[in-house]
Nanobody, 125 residues
Framework: QVQLVESGGGSVQAGGSLRLSCAAS????????MAWFRQAPGNVREGVAS???????SYADSVKGRFTISRDNAKNTLVLQIDSLKPEDTATYFC???????????????????WGQGTQVTVSS
């Protein structure tokens, strides 16, 4: 069974940066579409960024210019670089994936059938 394990969360001050990682238990280089989501307490889960099978990135408007999604194929790891952090970025961040024709993306959480347990990001003002 494929597993996704997030890491890299933490507590930072506004304006700081974090690098989140999502390690997969299989090679996800090209046949998996992958995405990052976040959920703050009391809020619905929202998608923030995704990579399709061709490694084309896509971002929610709220994070464009500050978040960068990438894939380290050698390490089977999905990375989310977060810069210029804001207090409203505080949330638990989850990575998700889908194999083959499924189009897991930040817009299509229903297409993502693999999910990690999440990593907490807390941004103080």
């Amino acid at each position: 069974q494929v597993q996704l394990v997030e890491s890299g969360g933490g507590s930072v001050q506004a304006g700081g940066s974090l690098r989140l990682s999502c390690a997969a238990s299989v090679n996800t280089s090209s046949r998996y579409s992958m995405a990052w989501f976040r959920q703050a307490p009391g809020n619905v889960r929202e998608g923030v960024a995704s990579l399709d099978g061709d490694n084309t990135p896509s971002y929610a408007d709220s994070v464009k210019g500050r978040f960068t999604i990438s894939r380290d194929n050698a390490k089977n790891t999905l990375v989310l670089q977060i810069d210029s952090l804001k207090p409203e970025d505080t949330a638990t961040y989850f990575c998700a994936a889908a194999y083959g024709r499924s189009r897991c993306s930040w817009r299509r959480s229903y297409a993502c059938d693999l999910w990690g347990q999440g990593t907490q990001v807390t941004v103080s003002s």
